[in-house]
């Protein structure tokens, strides 16, 4: 008997003519995240993929945990296979399921045969196996409705495979599969969680954070290291870019109206993100603004930011409630990195009494005391690269 994860791909199955590239680009990056693991044979079958490792000695506890943060995975089990013969199956079942079995008060069995050439049907399988099981742990009763344990007995091409409860996996589609897109994260709760909410839709993050010091420290930098590293064991590598952005926030201090500092702040965000985007082959932007949450996300403002774009800014937070953010950041364990005290450039010259309500015009006003164009191209040329990769 040998140990297998099956794998679930959910989504993928609706991909029609394209579903093979899909399921390839989830498998690439199942072997890549496996890696520090082990080597790890990938075989497809249907809507399953078996992942076999290739070495006895693998730690499948730890393959298990890697498995369920890979996007693209509706769900998964550690699962025995065994030979297509039923006294092997029943065997096997009994001794793989065992310290399920023996704290389980009730139980149900679930069968499917694909290979339509072994003797039994699976109605038969069900039976078979839970008239053994019953046998074997007289403590047991049989409920097919709300069961304690479901055993799963898979008939395939070749092996039987013999699993307990599927695993929820991460979800979504394989990252890489939607294209790249640039992240611009701060070190707050909103923007790591936008940037997890994108790459469950299929986007290589990279990201792009702009630090000011001497009114931004060190450790605020080292916070965005920690708050990548934790999407990246959902997302995959991610390349970030630390943007200085001391003189173009001291700039707009000394040349721009203070109720409007954030917008333009901003907007010259937005046209220095758009460079490194661009230059790194990404066709979109990523924020973690909200509407309403603060006075730079009402709808005029969200416009006149939007009003510098050349591609498209996803703004997946848009609809939600702080609550709702925080849930997802404690999920993904970014919400006790997000909340330590070390301030982001965003905070830097807050106006006391920003507008809520700014118009293009006296935006673009403003902004002519300004060298917009040379200033967003400074920055991104001299944006400094770093790797954060997780594993």
Known sequence: MKEIILIKNGELALKGLNRRTFEDMLIKNMRRRLEPV???RFTVAQSTIVAEPEDEQTDLDEAVERIGKVFGI?????????????DVILRSAEEYLAPQLLTARSFKVEAK??????PLNSPQICAKAGEYLLEKFPHLTVDVHSPDLVVNIEVRDAYAYIHGKQIKGAGGMPTGSAGRAALLISGGIDSPVAGYMM??????????????????????????????KQVSKYS???????????????????????????????????????????????????TGESVGQVASQTMPAIACTDAVCE??????????????????SRKIDTFDISILPYEDCCTVFTPKHPRTRPTLEYVEECEKALETDRLSRECA????FVAINAY
């Open 113 to 118: 045969r694909s290979d339509k050439k072994f």
């Open 311 to 328: 591609m498209p800014v996803f703004r997946p937070l848009i609809g939600m409630d702080k609550d709702e953010v925080i849930a997802i």
């Open 74 to 86: 509706a769900g998964f089990s550690r699962a025995a296979a065994v030979e297509k013969d039923m």
């Open 38 to 40: 082990g080597k790890f």
């Open 199 to 228: 790459a469950k839709r299929g986007l290589e993050l990279i990201a792009v954070h702009f630090a000011s010091p001497p009114y931004t420290s060190e450790r605020a930098e080292q916070k965005v290291h920690s708050l990548l």
């Open 236 to 286: 995959g590598r991610i390349g970030l870019w630390v943007v200085p952005f001391t003189e173009t926030q001291e700039l707009i201090k000394d040349n721009c109206p203070e109720e409007i500092f954030t917008v333009i702040m901003r907007r010259m965000m937005m046209r220095t993100a758009q460079i490194i985007a661009k230059r790194e082959n990404a066709g979109a932007l990523i």
């Open 381 to 384: 040329e001299n944006a400094r």
